[in-house]
T-cell receptor, first 110, second 114 residues
């Protein structure tokens, strides 16, 4: 089966840096996604990692270690609008079976 | 504008009354999928479709049906809705064979079954 773990909630201060961790155990691996979801809205794509290492995209970076079954999303220079849920999702193998974690609700405070 | 469109966005219905939630995408994507999202459970896949006339069960298919007669449309059918199907539903699509296979989501359909 598939198992994806991430913290349920986190709080961070505006302007700071926050790291959201995700660990996974899947029967195969063909990529890991991070999505952002504001309350009441649809998830939107943030990043994709299929090889080990760090992918940087503006204020957001995502890291992957396949051997450890571990990823993190790093958000720099936090803004109030970054308050949202962040969903870790794994594509175990084959195109169709994208499995999502329950999401980490991030609250950014002044 | 590239988008995934779901209808209705909000619906309150009663147990046993058949309903259909429509989903349409204008990006010529081969892959489409339905998810439900419940507090504490995250997004769970109901059904997916790799292409026209090709559909398969996801993790929670019980009580749902789908069809894929056209590439752009992927309706979700609840033949006899029950209260445990009260949820927020998302349709998503992506391009098969794309570099990332990122999913594009519709705005969601909030369904309440009384």
């Amino acid at each position: 089966g598939q198992n994806i773990d991430q913290p349920t909630e986190m709080t961070a201060t505006e302007g700071a840096i926050v790291q959201i961790n995700c660990t996974y155990q899947t029967s195969g691996f063909n990529g890991l996604f991070w999505y952002q979801q504001h309350a009441g809205e649809a998830p939107t794509f943030l990043s994709y990692n299929v090889l080990d290492g760090l992918e940087e995209k503006g204020r957001f970076s995502s890291f992957l270690s396949r051997s450890k079954g571990y990823s993190y999303l790093l958000l720099k220079e936090l803004q109030m609008k970054d308050s949202a849920s962040y969903l870790c999702a794994v594509k175990p193998g084959g195109y169709q079976k994208v499995t999502f974690g329950i999401g980490t609700k991030l609250q950014v405070i002044p | 504008e590239a988008q995934v469109t779901q209808n209705p966005r909000y619906l309150i219905t009663v147990t046993g009354k058949k309903l259909t939630v429509t989903c349409s995408q204008n990006m010529n994507h081969e892959y489409m999928s339905w998810y439900r999202q419940d507090p504490g459970l995250g997004l769970r896949q109901i059904y997916y479709s790799m292409n026209v006339e090709v559909t398969d069960k996801g993790d929670v298919p019980e009580g749902y049906k789908v069809s894929r007669k056209e590439k752009r449309n992927f309706p979700l059918i609840l033949e006899s809705p029950s209260p445990n199907q009260t949820s927020l539903y998302f349709c998503a699509s992506s391009k098969s064979g794309g570099n990332t296979g990122e999913l594009f989501f519709g705005e969601g359909s909030r369904l309440t079954v009384l």
